[in-house]
């Protein structure tokens, strides 16, 4: 078949869970023996050159972020218009289109270009967001419109994956009128991964990812300086940057912390990969995921993981408490501490049952397999067109 993905961000030009998800999946649908083309905005100075893959710019916004590292609308509406010009354009070219569902206007943007066509439509969740939830991340007046075009999404999805049981439930409840696919899991095994099952020393927390509100970076100090009550030698590496990394350096000095937590902000892969691997725990207290892949990936070399219970996080689904992890009640400083040092005290014995856990859930739930998930449905939906 003729496929086309529709994502307006591109990996390795953007980094993000979403952008290897669909990266991968174009991968995986050439693999199968199919045509693919990658509908996304501008991130490149040079045209990209990916084998098998035709990348396409259909919009021209560089930044899709404001200041607060919330998604604007600008970007969102400019990227559904030349997404819709794009496959008007092209009515007749694609046997099958798979578009994300991030943001919804993607989705209206599809099925009103291929209104009347043959072309079979797949919509991916990468999350499933509540109605007052929208308003709280956009603001009431664009909040409301932003629940009811997910609303107004999830009935026009005639196929509809997501990665979590608690987004398939939301999208049973927003409306939808099939039965979601929910996908084995995101796991993309790499062979050369040798794990770490040995303990290093000072045991040191690490925390990867985008300073924004919903990951609540800035109640990891509180949780550190309550777990080296327990583990005096306990040290913290916290990698990234944002908006919220000033509330961070706030509170380090606050609890005079500076000489035990460190913050190099963005660093090479190099650097996050030995970071992850030698951690005593991985900790992500976000309360908003919709898959979790670090879990896994911290997994690959043994390191377990603390995550925050959350309503709005899917990835407590993938922890079980002491094989890979745990999962704290709240960030609260209590909580999340002693759910730190829990891990930590664990030592070996949880080091290598969390790489136990990997290597049994690496064989099926992978990736890979999504995307065949995903792939056999299209390619159903496009015979019985």
Not at 322 to 342: E, F, R, T
Request: hydrophobic share 45%; with cysteine; glycine share 8%.
């Amino acid at each position: 078949m003729r496929i086309a993905i529709a994502y307006d961000s591109l990996f390795p030009w953007s980094k993000g869970g979403g952008e290897r998800q669909y990266r991968r999946f174009a991968e995986e649908f050439v693999a199968a023996g199919h045509e693919v083309t990658y509908l996304t905005r501008l991130q490149w100075d040079e045209p990209p050159a990916i084998e098998g893959i035709e990348v396409v710019a259909v919009s021209t916004d560089r930044d899709l972020y404001d200041a607060n590292g919330v998604r604007t609308l600008g970007p969102a509406l400019r990227y559904a218009k030349g997404l819709a010009q794009h496959l008007r354009a092209h009515r007749g070219r694609y046997d099958a289109v798979l578009v994300a569902a991030l943001p919804t206007t993607n989705v209206l943007a599809v099925r009103a270009a291929l209104a009347g066509t043959k072309t079979a439509v797949a919509v991916d969740w990468l999350e499933v967001w509540r109605p007052d939830q929208w308003r709280k991340y956009s603001g009431f007046a664009i909040g409301t419109v932003a629940s009811v075009l997910q609303w107004t999404a999830a009935k026009l999805s005639p196929v509809a994956s997501c990665h979590s049981r608690m987004n398939a439930g939301r999208l049973k409840a927003s409306g939808l009128r099939s039965v979601p696919l929910v996908s084995p899991g995101l796991i993309d095994p790499r062979g050369d991964v040798e794990p770490q099952l040995s303990v290093t020393n000072p045991p040191t927390v690490v925390y990867v990812g985008r300073h924004i509100p919903d990951k609540r970076v800035e109640s990891l100090p509180a949780a550190i300086a309550h777990a080296r009550k327990q583990i005096p030698d306990l040290t913290a590496t916290i990698f990234g940057e944002g908006p919220s990394r000033a509330a961070v350096e706030a509170e380090i000095e606050r609890l005079g912390l500076r000489d035990v937590i460190r913050t190099p902000g963005f660093v090479s892969q190099e650097e996050l990969d030995h970071g992850i691997r030698t951690a005593a725990v991985l900790v992500n207290p976000s309360q908003r995921e919709g898959y979790g892949l670090v879990v896994v990936e911290a997994a690959a070399v043994g390191t377990p993981v603390v995550l925050a219970d959350a309503e709005d996080n899917a990835s407590v689904e993938l922890v079980e408490n002491s094989v890979n992890g745990q999962v704290a009640a709240s960030v609260a400083p209590s909580d999340l501490g002693d759910a730190i040092a829990s891990v930590v005290t664990a030592g070996e014995p949880l080091r290598k049952s969390t790489h136990d856990w990997y290597t049994r859930v690496s064989a099926t739930n992978t990736i890979k397999a999504a995307a065949l998930q995903i792939l056999d449905r299209l390619v159903r939906a496009a015979d019985l067109r």
